[in-house]
């Protein structure tokens, strides 16, 4: 008979990789099931409280406005393309933008943006 034990968080997400796509119309706390979230906001600017960077390591995330919105985190632990510094912006106020964010265990890094 094998001991049980606890799952770590990276099992944990493997485990809700195929979990579906989520969509919100307000600000938006990411869960640990999230994988892609899409943004129908009606608001010019739509927030996002990411999960935390340390305890998810790896950790991919896509997101898309379906509507002319500005997608920010609520914290400074998004890191752009073009730049190594942290800020909260994710999406500029444009129909359709999309991003896929990953965890480097310290913050989100943008991998790719359209």
């Keep these: ?61 896509r997101v898309k406005t379906v509507t002319t919105c500005t997608l920010i985190s609520s914290t400074s632990n998004v890191v752009p393309i073009t730049s190594t510094t942290a800020g909260t912006a994710i999406l500029g106020a444009t129909t359709g933008a999309w991003a896929e964010l990953i965890s480097n265990g310290s913050n989100w890094i943008t991998m790719a943006k359209g």
Excluded: C, K, W
Aim: proline fraction near 5%; hydrophobic fraction near 40%; charged fraction near 10%.
């Design 1 to 61: 008979m094998s001991a049980s034990r606890t799952l770590t968080t990276q099992e944990i997400d493997q485990v809700s990789s195929t979990s579906p796509v989520t969509t919100t119309t307000t600000a938006y706390t990411m869960l640990s099931s999230d994988r892609a979230i899409v943004f129908n906001a009606a608001a010019t600017t739509a927030t996002i409280t990411l999960l935390s960077a340390s305890l998810h390591p790896g950790r991919p995330l």
